[in-house]
């Protein structure tokens, strides 16, 4: 029996719910990348690194391509791109209504005095 897809969706995004995950896909952004790379941009053990690239890897988010002894991720299509953007622009627009609230609290607290 197949898997709904809002549940395959829930897992989706359970997959994204680190920012360890998070930050690398970001950083792939740009281009492919070493391990060495990615380990001196994210501040965290090389095996707990190891284990995020793997779950990547494994969800098909990112490719690896080995070199001799270097191990260079990738994303593996444009679609991943596409995913933190939408991401960034709905944080976004959130934050944004963040703020326009503070500022809104701050002239009432003002008007107040």
Same mark, same amino acid.
């Given at each position: 029996?197949?898997?709904?897809? *809002?549940?395959?969706?829930?897992?989706?995004?359970?997959?994204?719910?680190?920012? +360890?995950?998070?930050?690398?896909? #970001?950083?792939?952004?740009?281009?492919?990348m070493? +391990?060495?790379? @990615?380990?001196?941009?994210?501040?965290?053990?090389?095996?707990? @690194?190891?284990?995020?690239?793997?779950?990547?890897?494994? %969800?098909?988010?990112?490719?690896?391509?080995?070199d001799?002894?270097? +191990?260079? *991720?990738? @994303? %593996?299509?444009?679609?991943?791109?596409?995913?933190?953007?939408?991401?960034r622009?709905? @944080?976004?627009?959130?934050?944004?209504?963040?703020? #326009?609230?503070?500022? #809104?609290?701050?002239?009432?607290?003002?008007?107040?005095?």
């Amino acid at each position: 029996m197949s898997m709904p897809l *809002y549940e395959a969706k829930a897992e989706l995004f359970k997959l994204l719910g680190h920012p +360890v995950r998070i930050r690398v896909l #970001e950083l792939l952004q740009d281009g492919p990348m070493p +391990v060495r790379d @990615l380990l001196a941009a994210i501040e965290v053990e090389a095996t707990g @690194l190891s284990q995020h690239l793997a779950v990547l890897r494994c %969800s098909a988010m990112v490719t690896a391509h080995r070199d001799g002894s270097t +191990v260079t *991720y990738a @994303l %593996s299509g444009g679609d991943v791109a596409e995913l933190l953007r939408a991401a960034r622009t709905l @944080l976004t627009h959130k934050l944004t209504g963040q703020h #326009e609230l503070l500022s #809104e609290l701050l002239k009432a607290e003002t008007g107040a005095s």
